[in-house]
């Protein structure tokens, strides 16, 4: 069975210092990790996609690595706008993705 | 373009009565699929349906819950009858195919009274 484990639970940063959080998974065969942010209310968003260990994807103030066994998603110079929660998911069968239970980032100003 | 649409957006019942969650995929996206989250499980795969066939239904708790995909713009995810422990919301999402990433709606937020 898939497990996806995210630490910490909760990350609270001041505005500027940056961080990383941290998937670790267990999984038959890894066709992709996902990482979304999910919003107060809403639904998750995607982010991005990673395939293979080695890969990495940045956008603006977020870059995600991937490793054999855990992906991180790294925040540089943090803002309040970035608070949110972060889950990872992975994917070994089409259509079956297995979450994690999310880490809830906030930022301060 | 228009996202996930979700409805309803809150749904407040009496335990033993029929609950209808209904969705709208994003145009062109051929598969489709149900979530459940909950603080204490998580964000769950309930279903997933490729070209409007149920693929999967593992995760759909038991027979009390049924999801059909009548054409490629409409889904429901039915409860019948409902019970308190279906409190939860309940997310659609949609993408181009099966691994491509998931594209959600803003979910429907149940509570079975």
């Known amino acids: 069975e898939d497990q996806v484990t995210q630490s910490p639970e909760a990350l609270r940063l001041q505005e500027g210092e940056s961080s990383s959080l941290n998937c670790s998974y267990t999984?038959?065969?890894?066709?992709?990790l996902f990482w979304y942010r999910q919003d107060p209310g809403k639904g998750p968003e995607f982010l991005f996609t990673?395939?293979?260990a080695g890969e990495e994807k940045e956008k603006e103030r977020l870059k995600a690595t991937l490793t054999k066994k855990e992906s991180f998603l790294h925040i540089t110079a943090p803002k309040p706008e970035d608070s949110a929660t972060y889950l990872c998911?992975?994917?070994?069968?089409?259509?079956?993705?297995?979450f994690g239970d999310g880490t809830t980032l906030t930022v301060k100003p | 373009d228009a996202g996930v649409i979700q409805s309803p957006r809150h749904e407040v019942t009496e335990m033993g009565q029929e609950v209808t969650l209904r969705c709208k995929p994003i145009s062109g996206h051929n598969s489709l699929f149900w979530y459940r989250q909950t603080m204490m499980r998580g964000l769950e795969l309930l279903i997933y349906f490729n070209n409007n066939v149920p693929i999967d239904d593992s995760g759909m708790p038991e027979d009390r819950f049924s999801a059909k995909m009548p054409n490629a713009s409409f889904s429901t995810l039915k409860i019948q009858p409902s019970e308190p422990r279906d409190s939860a919301v309940y997310f659609c999402?949609?993408?181009?195919?099966?691994?491509?990433?998931?594209?959600f709606g803003d979910g429907t937020r149940l509570s079975i009274l």
């Open positions: 999402a949609s993408s181009w195919t099966g691994n491509q990433p998931q594209h």
């Open positions: 998911a992975v994917q070994a069968v089409p259509g079956k993705s297995t």
């Open positions: 990673l395939y293979s």
């Open positions: 999984v038959s065969g890894l066709r992709g």
